[in-house]
């Protein structure tokens, strides 16, 4: 996985899509800069979840972009997805990774400071900060990290990170100001009336607010 | 898997417990014959589920009696199950075969004579005639076999046949004379006031009533 590929995120919600089709919004979101996908089914069956993975996986084909599964190592294994990204109620990372193999991305999910350091020592391939604000999509979610939190926990860990929870246009850049390596959105690309553009947006504010913890060291040839 | 395995099926329940201990149960059941455990969690999160199958696992350890996985490949592969029970909304058997590898057992659940001409032809260990009468335990199951269709169900198959829904001590006769391989069961063991005893009691009438399928040819030495 390369250190971009998690600058924009979407995370999928099919209860969001009103009607509208789910492999339309991914494609939208897509074509206007997500650079991961992370299919989320938290109340489908197993099969409906598979054949929702497949879908997902030919709308991202030749895109370069990856397909995350959430939670489901039996999903993503079925359908050669990219990765998972695992939360504190999924399977414990040491055991996906096994039954992943080495070259699959596994993300995980951290909930305090404590989990930062857990994740140092893990086997992963990045972090999804969460959440850094309140938010209605996860009711589930411990209490935010903020502002504040989010530096913190940007600088801490030594994994590529991602900021989830309550970030849209409005506060992205004070979320990106964090020196995070990029966010992750649910509704603000879901609900969006247009999904490209609301991408493009995003991607936008994050690309003129990336971090700058690589120092190029330009040459000049005189 | 032998045929013997699916004589006596236990299917878990946790909701089934009410405060008593899960694993105490499964044990019991086993010490009074079940000769299968089935551990369905449809309700708990991947970690729950998965510490669960490594407990179920334990108890069963050194006994034979296979622990079989409901619906999720992941959670058979990180416990290293002896297999799984797929129903129609799990993942296809031939994507889980895949998965699982060979020397798994994959049971799949039948609803329609249909299905059990689909089911001929699948690369399966055993098939669950699903449901032989109507049952409050599952509300998503399909129009029940009953004594007939079962009986027909149990001709037809190629493949061992556990019959599944709304069986107990009671008619457990009347189900294993229409020639099927065993009897899955839930809440007759899951709901016992003492759960050895009611395997005890199943086991005896099955026992008692086990097809003869292969006519041994008794060769007397004079």
Redesign the interface.
Known sequence: MKKEDVQLCLVTDSEMCHGRDLAAIVAAAVKGGCTMVQLREKKA????F?SRAYEIKEVLKGTHVPLIIN????IA??ADADGVHLG?????VE?AR??LGKDKIIGWSVETMEDIEKANQMDIDYIGISPVFATSTKTDTAHPFGITGTRQAAAMSIHPTIGIGGIHRENAREVMECGIDGIAVVSEIMLAADPEQAAKELNKIINNNLPQTTQTTQTFFI
Chains 1, 2 share one sequence.
């Open positions: 069956d197993t099969r409906t598979l939670d489901r190592i039996d294994l079925a504190q109620s999924d399977m414990p055991v096994k039954l």
